[in-house]
């Protein structure tokens, strides 16, 4: 069992069922199990806070085929076509769809067990004044951090402070992004400067995480009309920013990194896998995940891996073509860690192409490599933590505002050159100035299936572009998957390129502005939440 400072047997404690497949992983009907009892030591502060923690250690596999699978990258052949995920990948949204409803129950529950924390420690007699501080601070944090993630996927939507309360009546998105600039805020006063684990926040996790929200709020996320003035068109609305907002993205940024506390891991492969977990600098925020015995199995790696070295199998998860691999340096590390396609089976011996004409390649992040055989064993484990929050992402915040602002590009540029120069071992790729779409392009290189691409083609305005780019890909192409049977396909293979080519002319076909946010889910047991009116198109 990991070790973690917010106790991991109060994480344990809220957690019930063990998974093992994607379609039951972390996001679906599990229910956090709230404490009634008095908060009265410090012990108890610290146990009722990881309560709210506790339910984004089960965020993990639903949350990627969201912000992934709709997007032009990344398609999913979760079982059945009909299965959840398969029905994202070719843009089919209900607000059924379990993925849905898993991570807008997992959020809301973060809040709720997040005032819950707030209310009963600020009313402890008991509790140390630094105790306080610090567990009221974590649980501001959380809840700012769930209601980024809401106000981004659905847009408008209830502001909730109060304990045992139900609001359902939508706050304009403005409202919201005050509340979370406000909760983040007051985290990142009462925070510590450092911890020893990546699992606890600091000050610059806040910071961090304001970053992240300034740049998003500073870009002009649309609003209810705004989305019903484009539902059914197929071109991007106009790009606009709030420069106060994004200057604020710069200085939040800069708070990190004046800090001096974290920095770019060195090697690039060090940031991953089980070996590394609590390996610094890099990280600024880990969500423990200690597998599937004890309820917090982290299925990124089964989705992503499923069938690990039998490529007649279709995975849960993986890119949408081998394009980006085929175009993109070979010398720069990320590729094989982004788009991995080949590995040395350590049972058998034998060395393993995961390309075409039999399969494409897989999303390499979640593949373990820091223990023997771990390629066959960590998908079924599902033991690696989740990192949602590292350095590199404040680099590039800091720099795409800065661009955005039309403001100092040689510090812009120098920040997407110590990406690349890690990424290359050296400075022989730096670039000599900077523009939106090389930094845009970083994001990409930087950041593959560490759910970011839904995210930056909205604040983009770039989602139906995106998403109508899928015909410049190879197996878009009929004539392309065809040509398997002549390439020595078998079978198999020709029948998983022609779901690809599927999946992709489903996600051209659809491509529209009602993408620009998702649906308002049912609960999970399918009844209505009440919050009106539904977004556009759905």
Known sequence: MKKHLFLSAAIAASLSVAFTSCSSSNDDENKVITDETVVNTDADAVSITAGAYATWSRFSSGYSFIVESATSGTI????????????????????????????????????AAANDAIAKITAAEGVSAQTKSLTIARSKLIRGLAYSILVQLFGEVPLNLTPGTEVTTRSNIDEVYAQIVKDLEE?????????????????????????????????NPLSQSQVQAIVNSRQDPAVSYNNTRLQKAVEYADKVINAGKYGLQPNYDDIWGTGNETRGPEKLLTFVKDGDAAGSGNHQT?????????????????????????????????????????????????????????????????IDHTYENSFNICITKND???????????????????????????????????????????????????????????????????????????????????????????????????????????????????????????????????????????????????????????
């Open 302 to 366: 089964h989705c992503s891996f499923t069938f690990a070295f039998d490529v007649q199998k279709d995975n849960h998860i993986g890119p949408s073509n081998h394009d980006r691999w085929a175009n993109w340096d070979a010398s720069d590390k990320r590729r094989e860690w982004s788009y991995t396609s080949h590995l040395v089976n350590a049972e058998t011996g034998a060395d393993v192409s995961f390309l075409p004409p039999v399969t494409l390649p897989r999303f390499g992040k979640y």
């Open 187 to 219: 985290a990142a006063a009462a925070l510590p400067d450092t911890e020893t684990l990546p699992s606890n926040p600091t000050k610059s996790t806040a910071w961090g995480l304001l970053s992240r929200v300034y740049l998003a709020w500073g870009n």
């Open 76 to 111: 999913s052949f979760e079982g059945e076509e009909s299965a959840a995920g398969p029905v994202i990948s070719r843009l089919e949204l209900e607000p059924t769809n379990s993925y849905f409803t898993g991570v807008w129950a997992r959020n809301t529950q973060a809040i």
């Open 384 to 538: 690696l933590d989740r990192i949602e929050l590292r350095y590199a992402e404040v680099l590039l915040n800091k720099a795409e505002a800065l661009v955005e602002l039309g403001q100092d590009n040689a510090t812009a540029t120098n920040l997407i050159n110590q990406l690349r120069e890690r990424a290359f071992g050296n400075s022989d790729h730096n670039l000599t100035s900077v523009t939106l779409d090389d930094i845009k392009q970083e994001w990409s290189y930087e950041f593959t299936y560490e759910q970011k691409s839904w995210y930056n083609q909205v604040r983009w305005k770039t989602l139906i572009a995106d998403l109508l780019s899928v015909e410049k890909l190879t197996y878009f192409d009929q004539a392309n998957v065809d040509a398997i049977t002549t390439r020595g396909g078998d079978n198999a293979a020709l029948q998983f390129f022609q779901k690809v080519h599927k999946h992709l002319h489903a996600k051209y076909d659809k491509a529209s502005g009602k993408y620009y946010r998702f649906p308002i889910p049912t609960g999970q047991e399918g009844e209505d939440l009440g919050i009106k009116p539904q977004n556009p198109g759905y």
